[in-house]
């Protein structure tokens, strides 16, 4: 087993759990001269080993909150993409369709509980990164703590560099109204805080845990989004320097793609580093993901979002083993026997998110699986793009050969161009990765195909590459903060 998100939960001091609303307090300073009511400061907290831990799993914990899972990071990630459509109903969640079709402005919701929720996550990070280093405690722990903190830091913050281009950066817990209130860092500063993160991460993380810390970050977590974050920044040979660690560190291919998506195929040798969904008995607001309930099939399972497009089913090539793990089909039975209802509202639903209706339900529907953010596909995918780059034609084949075989496709034939090589990696990456944690959009941008193929959408060049900066932190800052081209 490699790694997945750690299962329990914990709390962090009234400091640590304030979100990140940029400029609030300096339109609003008095309210934080109240004392907290039942909660220790963060003095009186991070006095030992064990709020350390506490504050560690926060950070962990956080991921899988609403706010960071659901339709917020699909309107960020997955919406305004190719592979799926808004799904459910046409009456429901209509204001979904302003991100599939490029309509949303500085006011929309979503994108904005984004930008708190990541920067929430920013802050718990924080909190570990600078108070963790004074407690007297194990010390090999407390570095592996720290390590964890700038993974998970650095994980936030390639989502809103992503999203946002040039953000501010809080790399510490903010004591004043000026700390709080930061003006934008440059997408290239924010992509220098990514690198420093996480090569300082992988530095300290182990390479696998024991069955109890199963789902903490781990080396190849750390070196594989070391290797996504320079293929964004075009630095092939860094890129293809950190994936070629991964690839000495034990993770293999799961022979059988369907069964990887299960509940019962969580943390196996594939997987890199995925957000750990274990509901608590009698605590389910708090432990459980909506990620499978929102994109099962409607209304037999769940709510039937994010359905795949037909554009997304023609991209299978015939014969890919893929598309039968991906894509569910209304009228038909899943390989775990459960039929789908040709009176579902949609003809196709994700098939990644499905759960098996035999699955003991402690809450709702699915909220025990798993949320995959890295697989070891995908380190094969990001080692081949940037040998492919730097014209290591051979290589770059082993690894995308790798994964077609997997999928019961013939390998790429020798003799390629490097732009036709450049072009079936990019496709290898749409049908591997399809409704996953949401990567196409990312994609078509960082290759500069988003103009052409989001064309029927309604995408502007110089616009759409990233989402306005929320208008709502614009004014909290005192227009501080300035706003993307466009909008």
């Not at 990071?73 to 459910?88: I, R």
Request: aromatic share 10%.
């Amino acid at each position: 087993m490699k790694n997945t998100i750690i299962k329990r939960r914990g709390w962090v001091p009234v400091l640590a759990a304030l979100g990140l609303a940029l400029g609030a307090v300096s339109a609003c300073s008095k309210f934080l001269e109240v004392a907290p009511q039942g909660q220790p400061l963060t003095t009186q907290f991070f006095q030992n080993q064990t709020d350390a831990s506490y504050a560690v799993a926060s950070c962990y914990a956080k991921m899988r909150e609403y706010n960071t899972v659901a339709f917020n990071w699909f309107s960020v990630a997955v919406y305004p993409g190719d592979d799926v459509d808004k799904g459910s109903t046409p009456g429901d969640g209509d204001y979904l369709n302003d991100y599939i079709y490029f309509r949303f402005t500085a006011t929309s919701g979503d994108h904005e509980r984004i930008w708190t929720a990541e920067y929430q996550q920013i802050n718990l990070c924080n909190q570990v990164i600078a108070n963790v280093p004074g407690i007297s405690m194990d010390a090999t722990l407390r570095a592996r703590y720290v390590g964890e903190a700038q993974f998970l830091r650095a994980l936030a913050y390639f989502n809103l560099v992503r999203a946002f281009g040039g953000v501010p950066l809080h790399t510490k817990p903010a004591e004043t109204a000026e700390e709080l209130n930061l003006a934008r860092a440059t997408r290239d500063e924010v992509y220098a805080l990514l690198i420093s993160d996480l090569t300082a991460a992988a530095a300290t993380l182990p390479a696998a845990y024991g069955t109890a810390d199963i789902g903490r970050a781990t080396k190849g977590a750390a070196l594989t989004l070391l290797a996504k974050v320079q293929l964004y920044q075009k630095n092939y040979a860094a890129s293809l320097a950190a994936s070629d660690q991964v690839l000495t560190l034990g993770y293999s291919l799961v022979p059988n793609f369907y069964e990887m998506f299960r509940i019962r195929g969580e943390n196996g040798p594939e997987s890199v580093f995925e957000v750990q969904c274990t509901t608590l008995p009698g605590n389910c607001d708090a432990s459980n993901s909506y990620w499978a309930l929102s994109q099962a099939p409607r209304p037999q399972f769940g709510w039937g979002f994010c359905t795949p497009t037909a554009d997304l089913e023609n991209a299978f090539e015939p014969g890919d083993q893929r598309k039968a793990g991906t894509i569910m089909y209304r009228g038909t039975t899943t390989p775990d026997g459960d039929s789908i209802s040709l009176q579902n509202s949609n003809e196709r639903y994700s098939m990644k998110a499905y759960v098996p209706n035999s699955v003991t339900k402690v809450c709702l529907y699915g909220a025990d699986q798993n949320i995959r953010i890295l697989r070891y596909a995908e380190t094969l995918l990001l080692n081949a793009e940037a040998a492919n780059e730097l014209g290591q034609t051979t290589k770059a084949l082993d690894g995308v050969n790798k994964i077609r075989v997997r999928a019961g496709l013939a390998p790429l034939p020798g003799g390629l161009s490097q732009d036709a090589l450049r072009q079936a990696i990019w496709k290898e990456r749409r049908v591997e990765l399809a409704l996953e944690y949401g990567d196409r959009f990312f994609d078509l941008v960082r290759q500069g195909r988003a103009a052409t193929v989001l064309r029927s959408r309604g995408f502007v060049a110089g616009k759409n590459e990233v989402f306005p900066i929320p208008l709502s932190q614009i004014q909290l800052s005192g227009g501080k903060l300035t706003q993307n081209p466009g909008y």
